[in-house]
């Protein structure tokens, strides 16, 4: 499984942004899917995650802020990420669960300035 990942930038708070990622390869069997985040001097923390359902699970901290969804046909998953605060600072990895393996995609750096 490889993962695309795109996205992310800078922005000041309370602003938006939105990052895509898009799986291909050996995608049969792909579950869930979503977005880890780590900030510097951070250990990486799970933000959401989507599972071929479409049943969703949300960090605490962003919670009514962000919005995962997701396009099986385009194996694809999309993070919107609304009233950004410079606390969302940090490196974004995609990751798509496979078959009881986890594969993650290259970050994506994603700045809030205050």
């Known amino acids: 499984v490889q993962l695309q990942a795109s996205g992310g930038g800078m922005v000041q708070a309370g602003g938006s942004l939105r990052l895509t990622c898009t799986a291909s390869?050996?995608?049969?069997?792909?579950?869930?899917m979503g977005w880890y985040r780590q900030a510097p001097g951070k250990q990486r923390e799970m933000v959401a995650l989507?599972?071929?359902?479409?049943?969703?699970q949300y960090a605490d901290s962003v919670r009514d802020r962000f919005l995962i969804s997701r396009d099986n046909a385009k194996i694809m998953v999309t993070l919107q990420m609304d009233r950004l605060k410079p606390e969302d600072t940090a490196v974004y990895f995609c990751?798509?669960?496979?078959?009881?393996?986890?594969?993650w995609g290259r970050g994506t750096l994603v700045t809030v300035s205050s």
């Open positions: 390869g050996s995608i049969f069997g792909i579950n869930d």
């Open positions: 990751i798509a669960r496979h078959l009881g393996d986890d594969f």
């Open positions: 989507i599972s071929f359902a479409g049943i969703t």
